[in-house]
């Protein structure tokens, strides 16, 4: 078996509030998973040959350094017994970072994730100079995944917070807010306000020449490309994406609405089998296989998006069909960034005149030796 990824959620807790969270269906309550429990869930995922380990929560740092040493001291285990490779990286939102820290993730070789939200931070998260000390000093020490902002302001304006949070020299993402937790009670961004802004700014990052990767905007131009996108919500995340959660429930993502699908709790779960056995993963499997079919069947847009994220069919209420809003949202966004490909071949232009990173993908997709890059 090639590579899985498992969602670790250290806890619940968290010492921020933000106003949109989904995990706030939580309660935010504090117990950290206890370890002999994710010592069981490595197990049954130790067969992959790649195993990445994404610490999530809650706020993941509240679990503290012991517990990440404790589950090192696991993978090192399973690296031994199996030969299992390790990979890690956390998603926090950077408040409690400190040298102890710092010297932690540079001796475990992680990536770290930072949320934060730019001009609208303050409004929506909060520590906002905390956090960007964070995000400076991981950056410094060559620490830094990237940082994710949440597009969730009804007014909000991605073109303004692309380039405060270009400032940074970090690879972005705008996430576009799902309707969850804490999400459920505020006024939201509008999904056609969302798309427009994104594909300004698809148009202004390719011209962009000083410009930072936008890893959704990458993801687009793969998908326009070659398709060659290993995304969870475009490529099936089903049987190698797995999630526990602090009181040891598995499903499929960390998003909420899936553990109305879960595999079983871990103190009932031994094997990959008993996953594949339970109701949860049968009903996911069957829905998906349905929705993809009939997205097969009636989209021109399939081969690139292969009939969007089960989470988001299951919020829409039904996971066999996909919800129309986010379609027209992919369909728009699909032809524009086939069209401005297009353009860019049948024009012959100069790709010293683009943003670098734009380029890099272009290199990527295409094969076209990295020296052309600069000519
Ligand atoms: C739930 S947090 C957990 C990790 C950590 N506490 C953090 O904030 O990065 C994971 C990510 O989900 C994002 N998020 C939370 N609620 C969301 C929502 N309703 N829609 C989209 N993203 C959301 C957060 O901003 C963060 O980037
Ligand atoms: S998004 Fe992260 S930091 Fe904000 S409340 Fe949720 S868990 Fe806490
Ligand atoms: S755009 Fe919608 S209909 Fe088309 S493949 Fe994606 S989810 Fe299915």
Redesign the pocket.
């Known amino acids: 078996m090639k590579s899985a990824t498992l969602i670790l959620k250290v806890t619940n807790a968290?010492n921020?509030r933000?106003k949109?969270?989904?995990?706030a269906a939580t309660m935010f309550n504090r117990p950290v998973i206890d370890p002999a429990k994710v010592d069981k869930m490595i197990g049954i995922l130790a067969p992959f040959d790649n195993l990445h380990i994404i610490f999530?929560?809650?706020?993941?740092l509240m679990g503290g350094i012991d517990f990440f040493e404790k589950v090192m001291r696991i993978e090192e285990k399973y690296y031994a017994i199996r030969g299992t490779k390790f990979t890690n990286s956390v998603?926090?939102?950077g408040t409690l970072i400190d040298g102890k820290w710092i010297s932690f993730f540079k001796k475990h070789d992680f990536h770290v994730?930072?949320?934060f939200?730019g001009i609208y931070n303050d409004k929506y998260?909060g520590s906002t100079e905390k956090v960007v000390e964070a995000i400076k000093r991981l950056k410094k020490e060559k620490l830094l995944g990237g940082v994710?902002a949440?597009a969730?302001d009804p007014e909000y304006d991605v073109d303004a917070n692309y380039e405060y949070l270009k400032k940074l020299g970090a690879p972005l993402d705008f996430?576009?807010?799902?309707?969850?937790?804490?999400?459920r009670s505020i006024d939201l961004l509008t999904n056609e306000s969302y798309t427009e802004q994104i594909l300004k700014l698809f148009d202004k990052w390719v011209h962009d020449k000083d410009g930072v990767p936008v890893r959704s905007l990458g993801i687009l131009c793969h998908q326009a490309l070659d398709r060659n996108v290993n995304l969870c919500s475009n490529g099936s995340c089903i049987g190698n994406f797995f999630c526990i959660d602090a009181e040891g429930t598995i499903y499929g993502c960390?998003r909420e609405e899936m553990k109305n699908y879960a595999y079983g709790n871990i103190d009932s779960i031994s094997s990959i089998e008993d996953i594949h056995k339970s109701e949860g993963f049968r009903k996911i499997l069957v829905g998906s296989i349905r929705r993809r079919d009939n997205c097969s069947k009636t989209c021109a847009y399939y081969s690139e998006c292969r009939g969007g994220c089960t989470d988001d069919a299951i919020l829409n209420g039904d996971i066999e069909h996909p919800n129309e809003e986010w379609c027209k949202q992919y369909r728009t966004l699909y032809s524009h960034v086939k069209e401005t490909l297009a353009q860019i071949k049948s024009e012959n232009v100069d790709l010293s005149t683009l943003n670098p990173c734009f380029t890099r993908i272009l290199i990527k997709a295409t094969g076209l030796p990295e020296e052309n890059a600069d000519e």
């Open positions: 968290c921020l933000c949109y969270c989904y995990n999530h929560g809650g706020e993941p998603q926090t939102n994730g930072v949320s939200d998260r994710i949440v969730s996430n576009f807010v799902f309707p969850e937790g804490n999400a960390g």
